[in-house]
């Protein structure tokens, strides 16, 4: 009897945890909708889902951002995530009170005896955002948060309403630069020297916190490798990491620092970004994959919704592969070439 005591006792604590840790992610979609609870715990902190306003950041220079190239670039790392196109609807949440009398939430049903009660749905839009790790700069969540948020609704103008679902983003700060490497290393030695990285097998971003602006770019520019991930699945290189640049400001494309870079001559020609593969993107031209990606990516949000939106649907429905020139081509209905010359004469009118 006394075993059988301990492992119910034990399957107990084991729900009670793991349904605390979804707790903390739907509080406040939980206290609009059900009576507040209180189970003599201490409310969850919501420092990290907070929106206000702050002060201007002052936007990297072309001058500096030459010289912080390639290595001040955000990275997309390892894992795959496919996705069939199907719909994911939102999380239904039940509430029940377990034998220590304290109640439970949880998107599951535990356990099967209770008594259990649905309390509502999580919203297939609501974004779930955890910053921690190393203390930050004040201001700098606040920031952060807001600057995903707006992000998240510039590509959900072009993104199918049913391709839209709750995406947990989760950013590890760093400080100290030593560690921060030494981490890199350890689970991502193939990076080489980057302030910041995703790993998409974890859905797990890391950031090194060398400033205020470089920071807040390089963990906006990984939360967009998340929201990519819970709406596309496995996507090309250049399509994942040219909205991770472009989520990165608020700037207008001629504002941007990456406009002098790619207008100088420091591009890749489309039919070879298209096609690029990751050891392309690991050479010394790093940076031009960056900045190219970066610019076709604004020039279709900015000329070719539509066309961008058919090409994500694309990209969501194609399981593990990615979307391929001929998808472009249906996509736009243009070729590469009608593509690129229209590209190129955008480029000439963005003047700062």
């Known amino acids: 009897m006394a075993v059988i005591i301990l492992v119910i006792n034990a399957v ?27 189970s003599g715990q201490k409310k969850a902190s919501t420092e990290d889902h907070v929106e206000t306003k702050s002060p201007t950041v002052r936007e990297t220079s072309a001058r500096e951002l030459n010289k912080l190239l390639p290595h001040d670039i955000g990275h997309f790392s390892g894992g795959v995530n496919c996705k069939s196109g199907s719909h994911q609807p939102g999380k239904t949440i039940y509430q029940w009170r377990d034998g220590n009398g304290v109640i439970n939430l949880s998107n599951r049903k535990k356990p099967p005896m209770a008594d259990v009660q649905v309390v509502g749905q999580v919203k297939t839009e609501d974004l779930s955002i955890n910053i ?19 992000a998240k609704r510039f590509f959900g103008e072009v993104t199918d309403k049913r391709l839209i679902q709750p995406v947990d983003i989760k950013i590890r700060l760093f400080n100290d ?85 790619v207008k100088g001559k420091h591009r890749i020609p489309l039919s070879r970004l298209f096609s690029s593969s990751d050891p392309e993107w690991a050479s010394t031209e790093n940076a031009q994959f960056y900045a190219t990606s970066w610019a076709i990516v604004s020039f279709f949000k900015t000329h070719y919704e539509t066309g961008l939106a058919r090409l994500l649907l694309i990209e969501s ?4 592969n990615t979307v391929q020139p001929a998808d ?24 700062a």
Request: charged fraction near 25%; include cysteine; aromatic fraction near 14%.
């Open 12 to 38: 107990l604590m084991d729900y009670w945890f793991n349904d605390r840790v979804f707790f903390l992610n739907v509080k406040r979609f939980i206290d609009e909708v059900a009576t507040p609870i209180d």
């Open 132 to 150: 921690y790790g190393d203390t930050p700069p004040n201001g700098f969540r606040e920031r952060v948060i807001t600057r995903i948020h707006h």
């Open 177 to 261: 630069k030593n560690r921060y490497s030494d981490f890199r290393e350890r689970v991502s030695p193939s990076l080489g020297n980057t302030n910041g990285f995703y790993r998409s097998g974890v859905n797990e971003s890391y950031v090194y916190l060398n400033n205020f602006d470089q920071g807040t770019k390089t963990a906006v520019h990984e939360a967009m490798h998340s929201i990519n991930r819970a709406w596309f699945g496995s996507m090309s290189r250049w399509l994942n990491e040219g909205m991770a640049e472009v989520a990165e400001t608020t700037l207008e494309p001629s504002e941007s620092p990456w406009i002098q870079y």
């Open 317 to 320: 429905e194609n399981g593990c």
């Open 328 to 351: 472009i081509e249906k996509a736009f209905n243009k070729s590469i070439e009608q593509i690129e010359q229209e590209f190129l004469l955008w480029l000439v009118r963005q003047v």
